[in-house]
């Protein structure tokens, strides 16, 4: 099985590729939703979050008010760190699970979408790594206009992550999304393309 990592800035239309990915027929694994998947009442992960952060960061339900946690997180390097060293492990583990589920399934490829894929070191699982960049601006305009946040907020979220993973290894392919979605996808379809391409030779 070849395995995909999608990774690149907030915002930047990591979604958008990974549409085009189900719709060319690949399975896709968002690491982000293995993370929500622990924030669920109960989990060991949801009391240790509790513990570290109170529980003031719940709803009335007592599920995990994610919002109210990120701008705790992202306003704090230190608490960000520690949230991280709570559920990334829980997401490595998730992740290793996934890929070895569908290698039983014998598919023949998997996306895996995460933004802080190198930050992260789930890199390492990788046959082949994408990343999906778009200017600051439009990160900004998509984060204040699509998702509602203020301008202090998306800029606390985009200088949260360390863009300088992505200059840290020449093997990844590019996917520039700074212009309209039809060049995104048409890019997305060209290293489909490729992949579909290298997959081929080796079975002939």
């Known amino acids: 099985m070849f395995t995909v990592g999608i990774t690149g800035g907030i915002c930047t239309g990591k979604s958008e590729v990974t549409k085009t990915c189900q719709a ?3 399975s896709v694994v968002y690491a982000d939703e293995l993370g929500h998947n622990a924030y669920h009442v109960g989990t060991n992960i949801y009391l240790e979050i509790i513990e570290r952060f109170s529980t003031n960061i719940l709803l009335d339900n007592h599920e995990i008010n994610r919002s109210a946690l990120g701008d705790i997180v992202f306003s704090d390097e230190t608490k960000l760190k520690k949230l991280q060293q709570i559920v990334w492990p829980y997401i490595k583990s998730e992740i290793k699970r996934k890929i070895n589920l569908h290698k039983v399934n014998k598919e023949k490829v998997l996306i895996i979408e995460a933004a802080v894929l190198f930050e ?3 890199d390492c699982y990788m046959d082949e790594i994408w990343v999906v960049r778009c200017s600051k601006d ?3 305009e998509r984060l204040t206009k699509e998702r509602g946040l203020s301008t202090e907020a998306a800029l606390k979220r985009i ?3 360390d863009i300088s993973q992505f200059n840290k290894t020449g093997s990844y392919k590019m996917i520039e999304n700074s212009q309209d979605l039809s060049k995104l996808r048409d890019r997305t379809i060209e290293l489909i393309n490729s ?3 290298k997959l081929n030779e080796s079975f002939n």
């Open 120 to 122: 992260a070191g789930w």
């Open 195 to 197: 992949i579909e391409n």
């Open 138 to 140: 439009l990160q900004m």
């Open 24 to 26: 060319s027929g690949y």
């Open 159 to 161: 200088s949260a992550q």
